[in-house]
């Protein structure tokens, strides 16, 4: 499966009460992801949400919020919501990327889990943003607004 056919990613504009569509290339510079760093183009520093979307078709089959302290400089701050190790923060985004889990992943992933569930759903957008992203998931288009 390749992911840039079947993902969409959205970013959280509580002023606007919209999500918005980032390009899956803009989001893996973003993530230093097989890519060198880009900042995000227009956002600034300050906690920002994000869901990335990963689709099968047209349907929705995987939802996975991020939630990131964002520096002036456009890189992802330091300051960790999770409190999740480094290795721990790379198994989750490696595991939830997933289409069909490996050994061990679902163990993996349920200890991780547990560990953010110590801490509570932090990484969930604000309640007040789920009407605008039930209207977002249905955009597909990469630039696009919801």
Same mark, same amino acid.
């Given at each position: 499966? !390749?992911?840039?056919?079947?993902s969409? @990613?959205?970013?959280?504009?509580? !002023?606007?009460?919209r999500?918005?569509a980032?390009?899956?290339?803009?989001?893996?510079?973003?993530?230093?992801?097989? +890519?060198?760093?880009? $900042?995000l183009?227009?956002?600034?520093?300050?906690?920002?949400y994000f869901?990335?979307?990963? +689709?099968?078709?047209?349907? $929705?089959?995987?939802?996975?919020?991020?939630?990131?302290?964002?520096?002036?400089?456009?890189?992802?701050?330091?300051?960790n919501? !999770?409190?999740?190790? !480094?290795?721990?923060?790379?198994?989750?985004?490696?595991?939830?990327?997933?289409?069909?889990?490996?050994?061990?992943?679902?163990?993996?992933?349920?200890?991780?889990?547990?560990?953010?569930?110590?801490i509570?759903?932090?990484?969930?957008? $604000?309640?007040?943003?789920?009407?605008a992203?039930?209207?977002?998931?249905?955009?597909?288009? $990469?630039?696009?607004? @919801?």
């Amino acid at each position: 499966m !390749a992911f840039d056919d079947h993902s969409q @990613v959205l970013h959280w504009l509580p !002023a606007e009460d919209r999500w918005e569509a980032i390009s899956w290339d803009d989001w893996l510079q973003f993530r230093e992801l097989k +890519h060198p760093f880009m $900042p995000l183009p227009e956002i600034s520093g300050g906690i920002h949400y994000f869901i990335v979307c990963i +689709h099968d078709d047209s349907t $929705p089959i995987n939802l996975i919020p991020h939630k990131y302290l964002i520096d002036p400089d456009g890189h992802i701050g330091s300051d960790n919501f !999770a409190g999740l190790t !480094a290795e721990e923060r790379d198994d989750y985004n490696r595991i939830m990327m997933l289409p069909k889990y490996g050994p061990g992943d679902e163990d993996r992933l349920k200890e991780i889990r547990g560990k953010m569930g110590e801490i509570g759903n932090i990484y969930f957008p $604000p309640t007040e943003s789920f009407f605008a992203l039930i209207l977002g998931l249905s955009q597909k288009a $990469p630039g696009t607004t @919801v």
